[in-house]
């Protein structure tokens, strides 16, 4: 407590200080750009790790990033929701699970907290169809890979949810919201974005030519209202190509089929998975798209 207590004296007298302006303004209302739904695990800091400003970020969290669907529960992330998006306006929605994440352990092993942690277990029972897809359709994964395409394919599962919103289904049908799933790298501080194109998690900063898919989810149908991350291209020239981390890819998603103009299977372009029918160059232009 000593500690919180320096700090917040250190906090008035040095940011606070510095960013009056900021925070008198602040004071008539907030205008915040994104709603930001993550896990309450304290070594996620929104804020630091996406240096937003305060005021920026309105933010949800709970055990799991898990949004309920709509009409499931009477909790307060469906009236956070409702709130950021009619009463603030708010068009981006990011749903960013992380690495080594507790309750996705928990979600894997869910009868055995029934007696320790009944409230646990109950919130985590939200995530049945997380646990029930994992147990389905990667049986050959075990141990951090089982745990990180847990968190994946929850990621993409609380999307799904955010969808049975009528307010964000509304905005989703008149083109004024846009979804997107992260995850949070623990022990790098890297952010994989979901690339609806590619089916997977890619490194947003990574250069476009060395895109490669990272989990090898399994190959159920995509998200057709998640946005792909896009940054500009400049931006881009200035990174570092990150070092992506292979899992090992599950029996069920080691191939994927698209079919050609005349019907004929094809195998998809390695770098580009769903661009198989075009030439490698004409693919790389397709997704690299505009400059933003």
């Known amino acids: 407590m000593k500690k ?63 949004i309920p669907p709509y009409g499931a529960t009477n909790g307060g992330e469906g009236a956070s929701i409702e709130y950021a998006v009619q009463a603030l ?32 277990y109950d919130w985590l029972k939200q995530g049945e169809a997380t646990r029930r897809l994992i147990k389905d359709n990667y049986k050959d994964l075990e141990g951090e890979d089982l745990l990180e395409i847990t968190v994946a394919e929850n990621v993409l599962n609380q999307l799904d949810n955010l969808q049975t919103y009528p307010i964000i289904r509304s905005r989703l049908h008149q083109g004024k919201m846009a979804l997107h799933g992260w995850i949070y790298r623990i022990e790098s501080g890297a952010i994989v974005s979901y690339d609806p ?5 890619v490194y947003p ?10 989990h090898a989810l399994h190959p159920s149908c995509h998200l057709p ?33 698209t079919s050609n103009s005349n019907g004929a299977k094809t195998s998809n372009n390695p770098q580009l998975p769903g661009y198989g029918h075009l030439a490698p160059e004409q693919a790389q232009r397709i997704y690299r798209g505009s400059k933003i």
């Open 4 to 66: 919180l207590l320096e700090g917040l004296e250190k906090f008035q007298s040095g940011y606070f200080h510095d960013h009056r302006e900021l925070f008198e303004e602040l004071a008539h209302g907030q205008k915040p750009r994104i709603l930001f739904i993550t896990c309450s695990d304290s070594r996620i800091d929104p804020n630091l790790i996406t240096q937003a400003q305060i005021g920026e970020l309105f933010v949800i969290r709970n055990a799991g990033n898990m």
């Open 89 to 120: 306006g708010i068009e981006q929605v990011i749903v960013c699970g992380h690495s080594h994440c507790g309750a996705m352990k928990g979600l894997l092993k869910l009868q055995a907290l029934q007696e320790d942690m009944p409230l646990v």
């Open 197 to 201: 194109t590619l089916h997977d998690f």
């Open 205 to 214: 900063f990574s250069r476009i030519s060395n895109v490669e898919p990272l």
């Open 225 to 257: 209202d998640v946005a792909p991350f896009k940054i500009a291209e400049e931006y881009i020239k200035q990174q570092p190509s990150a070092e992506p981390k292979k899992m090992k890819v599950s029996t069920a998603a080691k191939t994927v089929k």
